[in-house]
């Protein structure tokens, strides 16, 4: 229970509440008020919710059509995914993170990290960063402060379910009654790590909160959990296991992915949305400083049908040598969906991949004396996707695309209640009336 040797550490950790909900709040006053649910793709089923339309009885992950008259019995907001909206609020919830402690380690879209080791304030810190970001985002956030990730996170998690805090929890300020009532009222699954066999295993064993936990033997958990779980019983009795990191973890692939509103037989529509998965794929591979050696692509038909022909199919092809080009890597999408594409079949989904990554601008050789490369010719094609990246960040990424991807519109998801890119669409860019 005490934290130790390592009382010396401190780790806070933020979070958007209800993140995909305040996100759209943001820009519409109107919805505020209401119960708000977000979809996922094809506007399937509920991905997102405020807490007054859980308060209805909604779940996340419930297919729509079994909520609908339940949305439209009270007015609830139902929207589409904005990923646009979200990327772009996510960016700037991050860069006013990052500016409260020297170690910033972005654990998700609306997660973050501060290692504030040595410093001091730490929940005067914490009120200070929930004010700035929701001053300049309007962003609601909690905040947790803790010896560990792991205290930090479920310090979090407090802030979030006891509004006597006003958000901010610093398992340091707390008294060892305190620290002991709060592990006891809190269920085991609500620790981070422990997934649903894990909790379903310890619940068996009589463990149902995490006081039990943490007064298991580590040497018993460690022989039948395995390390993991281990490290997360250190963390909770204030060991520190987990390092802020700041450096995003290597990638061994990028993948993009999507759904068809409706399945289609159509050889250009899967031919365009690989290549339109490929654009992002490649426009990834270049922010993050990458280049690819092997590109692919995949799509099937909808398991769930019975009634119709399964064919899935997933080539991939390697590459004279590693590139981020989206022409390049878009041609070798192209070539591969055509081939690969089989008449009479329904297909459901398609996306595009590239692996065996490695940093953009290493040297790299030709494989055999067959394959030519032309430097130069490299070089000038760098010099314009330089360009169009710049064009994209300037004017929105659909400013400009590739022809392949235009060659057909039957594979695109259903988003009928999609609100506005605010932030990356000029068009869309809220106008104040003078």
Not at 106 to 113: T, V
Not at 208 to 229: C, P, S
């Amino acid at each position: 229970m005490s934290p130790g040797s390592a009382a010396e550490r401190i780790i806070l950790h933020t979070d958007v509440n209800s993140a995909y909900v305040s996100m759209e709040r943001v820009f519409n006053p109107k919805i505020r008020t209401r119960p708000v649910v977000v979809l996922s793709n094809n506007d399937g089923a509920v991905v997102a919710l405020s807490k007054d339309a859980k308060a209805l009885g909604i779940k996340r992950g419930t297919p729509f059509f079994k909520v609908r008259p339940l949305c439209e019995k009270h007015h609830v907001a139902v929207l589409s995914s904005n990923y646009e909206l979200y990327d772009a609020m996510s960016r700037r919830f991050h860069g006013i993170v990052s500016q409260f402690g020297p170690v910033h380690e972005e654990y998700s879209i609306d997660e973050a990290f501060l290692d504030l080791t040595g410093m001091t304030g730490a929940t005067d810190l914490g009120r200070a960063l929930q004010d700035r970001v929701l001053l300049w985002t309007g962003l609601p956030v909690c905040v947790g402060i803790g010896p560990t990730k792991t205290l930090a996170k479920l310090c979090d998690h407090f802030a979030k379910r006891y509004p006597a805090f006003g958000g901010v929890v610093n398992w340091l300020d707390l008294s060892p009654h305190r620290r002991e009532r709060a592990f006891a009222l809190t269920p085991i699954g609500e620790v981070w790590g422990i997934g649903g066999r894990t909790e379903a295993k310890l619940r068996s064993m009589g463990v149902e909160n995490v006081l039990q936990f943490v007064r298991m033997d580590a040497f018993f958990v460690r022989r039948h959990f395995g390390v993991v779980l281990e490290r997360t019983l250190r963390e909770l009795r204030g060991v520190s296991c987990l390092p802020v990191d700041p450096r995003p973890n290597p990638k061994r692939q990028i993948l993009r992915s999507r759904s068809f509103a409706a399945a289609t037989g159509e050889r250009n529509a899967v031919v365009s949305a690989v290549a339109t998965h490929m654009k992002e794929v490649a426009g990834r591979l270049r922010k993050e400083g990458l280049a690819a050696k092997t590109a692919g692509v995949f799509f099937h038909t909808d398991p769930f049908r019975e009634d119709q022909a399964w064919h899935s199919a997933a080539p991939e092809t390697t590459l004279v040598r590693p590139t981020s080009d989206t022409l390049d890597l878009t041609r070798a999408a192209v070539t591969l969906a055509a081939a690969a594409w089989k008449p009479g079949c329904l297909y459901k989904k398609a996306g595009a991949f590239v692996t065996n990554l490695s940093p953009e601008g290493e040297p790299a050789e030709a494989e055999t004396l067959f394959d030519a490369v032309d430097d130069e010719r490299v070089e000038r094609r760098r010099r314009l996707m330089r360009c169009l990246d710049d064009l994209a960040d300037r004017f929105g990424k659909d400013v400009w695309t590739t022809a392949a991807s235009r060659l057909s519109s039957g594979w695109q998801m259903k988003r009928d209640r999609l609100t506005p890119a605010y932030l990356s669409n000029w068009d869309d860019i809220l106008r104040v009336p003078c």
